[in-house]
């Protein structure tokens, strides 16, 4: 049971990846499960399937539906809601400065900052001064990372992992895929996720 | 507590209805809540939104997922599943039928049927014979339901129960509205409409 892992693909804009996030990494300690934070964006794989903004939008009653679920959801988590404005909130920046951080030690907890500065406190994360302060609060210098976010290999690694996503069959966030190839879409299959990730791990 | 009541929309080739259907009278029993059953059809509130077929065929990886997603699903549940053929059925018939069924002692345990003949054992739905079957395994006379379901007041009551359905604003099935108004959609909010049925029922 060594390698019981499980990858969490999300786009900082979307609104169930939120609740996805804060609860991941306590649910995966628990069930002896690592996890790897894998942002991707999912702009492109919508525009592959002819829509050019969040199928909330496009789509007003399952829109509707999923402001209300999520506010309900949140309560229910005693997580604090707000919706971002505007929605969906551009991500590119955001995933940009993961990718860089997720080589470090500080990575996941900025993935967690930014969700909570988005749909907790409001704040847009499209803004360089956002992920200056949420840096900041976790003690890691903004100037650098800033610039290694937006070099041409950053934006390179991005697409790669998008691509990938599309790849492996992803077409919404969260989504959840183990080794063995299962993919499990949406917050609410995070606990069954990890359940086959433990059961299907190699020995 | 008199009045916990949850109203169940589903339509018979929905996918994640049969897990819903299957699951929701224990679980209303055990929760005290009372459940009306409420057939209607996506068809044209898909047809409104664009689409002129179930989405899980329009958007292919989406599609992909359901169908693994939906066999875990019923492997965990341990409910026989089998990939109905055509997809979506036609469930005109077997709504007409049911309408008729529900204000009948057989309604609930015919819609319970009709989905296991669907999901389980590979039947065709739109068939008047897999109708006639269903309503001989209950004990009722085929021929004067199927009479019955068939005359204009049957079809108008399943136009109207689909303009309703629309005019709440759903969008999908399995959904789950309570009597303030909350709409919870899909299979995976049961759970939570019944609680939420339970502790907003009117005293």
Redesign the interface.
Known sequence: MADAILDFWFDFASTYSYPAALRIRPLAREAGVAVRFRPFLLGPIFKS?GWDTSPFNL?P??G??MW??LE?LCA?LSLPFRRPEPFPQNSLLAARVALVGLDEPWGEEFCVAVFRAEFADGRRIDDPGTMAEILGGLKVAAAPVLAAAQADESKARLRAQTEEAQRR????APTFSTADG?????N??LE?ALL?AKQHARA
Chains 1, 2 share one sequence.
């Not at 069959?169 to 919404?172: H, I, R, V, Y």
């Not at 299962?182 to 949406?186: A, C, R």
């Open positions: 399937q789509y009653a399952k509707r539906h209300r679920d309900r229910d069959g992803l077409f919404g299962e993919l499990f879409w949406g609410d299959r069954r086959w």
